[in-house]
């Protein structure tokens, strides 16, 4: 009987030791799910940060490259219409100045018609009966200018006659005066020349022109403001002090 107690007692410790066992594998089990879990959750935690970080590392990359294609852009527009201005400036100029002289020329071309009437007007004055007295206005005028009491006078072919009696005048004019004609060497014929006068000094270094196309060329240059103002206007670029 004692013998049949003590292996129910064997048995039933073997019996709860291999329960305590089974129950032990089945903790352990537990623990390294749950350590698994913990491991998986904080890897994608973890990962999902990565992610974050990633797409807002690339969308601020993103937008910086966005806008310096902005600014690139941004300066080529401004260098090329820059450059568009500048080229209208230039072309507007150009155009400006084409016209500038197109109205230059034209007005030379309109003063150039009016001194061409003149020199046909004063080529009539050589066969009026005032030419006579006008070349000897015209001798006296020289000898003055030449401040000398000898001098030669030059004048036309045709005009020899005519000037012979007007150095006669001129000397009763101008008494001690020694006018000498000069039948060698004349003034070019008309058209090329109107009329009037070269008065010479004898050694021939000094020459006072007196002739009416170079009278009406002086008096061409030094009227010509007054002749382009009265015809054109006051030139808005000149301006006069006070």
Not at 6 to 11: D, G, N, R, V
Not at 78 to 107: F, G, H, P
Not at 185 to 213: T, Y
């Amino acid at each position: 009987l004692v013998s049949a107690l003590c292996a129910s007692e064997i048995w039933s410790a073997a019996l709860v030791s291999v329960a305590s066992v089974t129950m032990n594998e089945q903790e352990v089990d537990r623990q390294i799910n749950q350590m698994v879990q913990f491991i998986k959750q904080e890897a994608e935690e973890k990962a999902n940060e990565i992610r974050v970080a990633a797409e807002e590392e690339f969308n601020i990359e993103k937008l910086q490259m966005v806008e310096a294609e902005k600014q690139r852009i941004r300066k080529e527009y401004e260098r090329k219409e820059s450059q568009v201005e500048v080229k209208k400036k230039i072309e507007y100029s150009t155009e400006l100045n084409a016209m500038r002289l197109k109205v230059l020329a034209a007005r030379e071309e309109a003063i150039q018609g009016m001194l061409a009437e003149a020199r046909a007007a004063v080529g009539a004055v050589s066969a009026s009966p005032s030419y006579a007295e006008l070349l000897v206005n015209l001798i006296c005028q020289g000898v003055r200018k030449l401040e000398a009491k000898q001098a030669v006078v030059r004048c036309r072919a045709a005009d020899v006659e005519k000037v012979r009696q007007a150095i006669q005048q001129a000397q009763t004019t101008m008494p001690g005066v020694a006018l000498k004609l000069d039948e060698h060497e004349f003034l070019p014929a008309a058209p090329a020349c109107a009329g009037g006068v070269h008065v010479i000094s004898v050694d021939g270094k000094i020459v006072c022109n007196n002739s009416l196309d170079d009278r009406l060329q002086v008096a061409f240059e030094r009227g010509a403001p007054e002749i382009r103002k009265a015809i054109f206007g006051a030139n808005p670029n000149l301006h006069v002090k006070a």
